[in-house]
């Protein structure tokens, strides 16, 4: 079947963990989609990365703009982040009628109004798993699996980056700033944290959530934010020896007269799973009146983690977008016709 | 718009919990299905008990043939249970070019290939998220969700009858037989509980699962099955005394060879996050090359938390069958025009 078209905005970390991960399961993301997915044309202001990553099978041009008025382009992957250009591109690639997969959460959150109004004058679709907990489903799980409840609140650990501050503060009983230090030589931490450590980027996926849950319109600028730069070493030991560990979390709650949008440092019983949630790991607690209390744990950050997301949205619009109602999603995943003969071992053999 | 018209076999547990939910919960389910969501005729051979659960608001019948061969009737949603007369209803409902929606894990276990081949054939969905793990989205994050992952295994607390007799024995030092009895006397257990107590319906749900995530056909028959009904309140407190947890998991592993498929009592050190999964409690671990290890946790059964997953398959079936693709999967999970103007409050007034 003929493939679909991809163009790459960006080819840096989650870019390049986008291309690596389409390439190493091309086979089985195609039986999955049912039509070849094939990244045609990437755009990055670093050519020479570009050509490397790509090695010669794919298009590469610092022209993101070509990209998005491409007429072989499909689909397009917006991995460059930040709220102008970014913008500028995701709202040509609409109005050029095509659809767009994006990570950029700060992009929706600010923005996400005005581009899901042009998608929807379109009928293309904007598909953001990427944007909230990296690889962890929430996205699909608040907007698809739990569509049959009234959701009474969400609380997450979102931000990947606080939480292995928090978590390393705890463990050796170092103050902020070292572990900070720490976390920006390992690469967890961004040479400005700000919008990490102040709680923004955790506002920004709250938000999102929070209108998926509650169905409201996108209202960032209505959140309550407070980040952990004020944390002291003393406060975790403290909170430790109550009986509590304090994570930074997002909280969207519904109240009669309205919703709660808030990030702040939170004390949360040790004993309850989301606070045993470590590291740059990321975890959502959704609280629904049917179903009750449900949890999605997985990384939340990371070049391949993000990319399972962002292909993960590509297969969905890939399957939604074809005609043939036979090519929607499938029962068992894999498309009819694709199944693998694997065999299921005798135990004799495990 | 025109009600999508289901026709709800069975108005037991998990019959009466969609009911009440569908009813609860129907100006929000129709903001995010797009159209309402009616159940126009129940059948049950109670019909007291029919009757008194819709209250006049639907046909009641006791002939479920009937129902499926109702020209008015969309989607057919099957809670009877069990291998005959429900086989015969969905392929019935198929064959006529209706929607099924089922939690019947032994259904799909022994006959899912036969029943997903006739739906393919007809271009008819057959959804089936209740039949795994109640109310967590599992089926959906393993099908859509991790879509662009090689998937190299997952392994699950599917069953809570088990995982709360266990945890009893644990928590309270007691012989499995005596947990067996307070279980069924809670409600936790049935009076015949062989398929829960020996890993039956454990195997059931993860030969289902393994079939999505590997993309191999349905070999329910090739499972490795043992129960937890040999298992001694001696052996567990020898493991916890060695740091572990014993829970029965349903455990999907990919090999070079082929795919391992087994139920059995496992040792899991207590601090993972998946060993304190206590209660009629469900989790499942799943792990695949990109995205790493992600966790699913929620409620496994009980009426309301597996109507969850009933009613969210009938939101997707809802919005999938409808034509027109501005009616598919909405941006914010609402359909636009169908947002709500609930406020976000100044954290004042929190």
Request: proline share 4%; no cysteine; glycine share 10%.
């Amino acid at each position: 079947m003929k493939p679909i078209n991809v163009g790459l905005l960006g080819i840096g970390t989650v870019g390049g963990g986008t291309w690596t991960v389409l390439t190493r399961n091309q086979e089985e993301i195609t039986r999955r989609a049912g039509r070849p997915i094939r990244t045609s044309v990437v755009a990055d202001r670093n050519l020479e990365l570009a050509r490397g990553m790509t090695g010669g099978q794919a298009r590469v041009t610092d022209d993101a703009f070509s990209v998005v008025n491409d007429p072989e382009v499909d689909i397009v992957v917006e991995l460059i982040g930040g709220y102008t250009v970014a913008k500028d591109l995701v709202m040509q690639a609409i109005a050029n009628g095509k659809h767009v997969v994006t990570a950029n959460k700060a992009l929706l959150a600010v923005h996400g109004n005005e581009i899901f109004a042009a998608a929807q004058a379109k009928g293309v679709m904007v598909a953001f798993e990427a944007a909230v907990a990296g690889g962890i489903p929430i996205i699909k799980a608040l907007r698809e699996g739990l569509s049959a409840n009234r959701i009474q609140w969400l609380a997450g650990i979102i931000n990947g980056t606080t939480n292995f501050i928090l978590s390393e503060m705890r463990d050796k009983g170092l103050p902020f700033d070292t572990v900070l230090k720490e976390a920006q030589r390992l690469g967890y931490a961004e040479a400005d944290p700000t919008f990490d450590i102040e709680g923004v980027d955790a506002a920004h996926k709250a938000t999102l959530m929070a209108s998926i849950a509650f169905g409201i319109p996108i209202q960032f600028d209505k959140a309550h934010i407070e980040g952990i730069s004020k944390l002291d070493a003393v406060d975790i030991k403290y909170a430790e020896q109550l009986g509590y560990r304090i994570k930074l979390l997002g909280i969207a709650k519904r109240q009669d007269a309205g919703v709660e949008l808030r990030v702040h440092p939170t004390l949360i019983p040790s004993k309850r799973l989301i606070a045993n949630v470590e590291g740059a790991m990321n975890a959502v607690l959704v609280w629904g009146d049917a179903v009750g209390a449900t949890l999605y744990y997985g990384k939340g950050a990371g070049a391949e983690p993000t990319a399972s997301a962002v292909i993960a949205d590509l297969v969905d619009v890939t399957r939604l977008a074809t005609a043939d109602p036979l090519n929607r999603v499938p029962h068992l995943a894999f498309q009819p016709g694709q199944m693998s003969d694997l065999p299921v071992l005798p135990m004799s053999a495990v």
